[in-house]
């Protein structure tokens, strides 16, 4: 069995409390994230995209609301969304060429209220093909791995937005559940 490093990634509503009370900003926060996703993500294929500038410029924009006196709950944390659920203006293919070129025109209801409260959308995290299998693998971008044994599988089709949590890439996922994706991993 191969161990695949774990990153150390504070929990949510660690990073919440220090972004809404000046010890960090949700810009450090990000940054810290998307490191640990360059660092990790190539071994684990937890995250299919990752738009750094989008997310930077998310952070910045809770920043200044926390600067004209708001208090998001989630105030800066680094959220990962599983690669069926709709981010306005991100691929989103639902692990298949059929929507290899889809880009979502608006916000899932979720992601809406992820926003709302502060979070910022660091990337899309890989699912099985339309979310219809055990396994988190599809046609476009192959499997996810175990973080603790690269041999087993993640389980699914929530694995991506499990594996980024479990790795510590992120302290928060958005997966979706219909028949166990996101009791199984």
């Known amino acids: 069995m191969t161990t695949l490093p774990r990153a150390a990634a504070p ?7 220090a972004v809404r009370t000046g010890r960090s ?13 360059a660092s990790g993500n190539p071994a684990l294929n937890a995250f299919v ?36 659920i709709w981010v306005a ?15 979502a025109p608006a916000d899932a209801i ?3 209220r992820l926003r709302a409260a502060g979070a910022v959308i660091v990337g899309m995290t890989n699912s099985s093909e339309f979310a219809c299998k055990g ?6 971008f192959g499997p996810t791995h175990h ?10 089709s929530s694995g991506g937005p499990a594996v980024a949590v479990a790795a510590g890439l992120v302290p928060l996922a958005l997966g979706t559940d219909a028949g166990g994706s996101s009791r199984r991993p």
């Open 135 to 140: 396994v988190t693998t599809n046609p476009l």
């Open 49 to 84: 995209s990752v738009d750094e500038a989008e997310a930077l410029a998310e952070a910045d924009a809770v920043d200044r609301r926390l600067a004209a006196g708001e208090t998001p709950l989630l105030a800066g944390v680094p959220v990962a969304v599983k690669d069926t």
């Open 147 to 156: 973080p603790q044994d690269p041999s087993l599988t993640p389980g699914g």
């Open 110 to 112: 979720a992601v809406e």
């Open 11 to 17: 929990r949510a509503a660690a990073i919440a409390e």
């Open 89 to 103: 203006g991100r691929r989103v293919t639902q692990g298949s060429r059929l929507f290899a070129d889809f880009h």
């Open 25 to 37: 900003s949700a810009r450090a926060e990000t940054e810290a994230a998307l490191a640990r996703i």
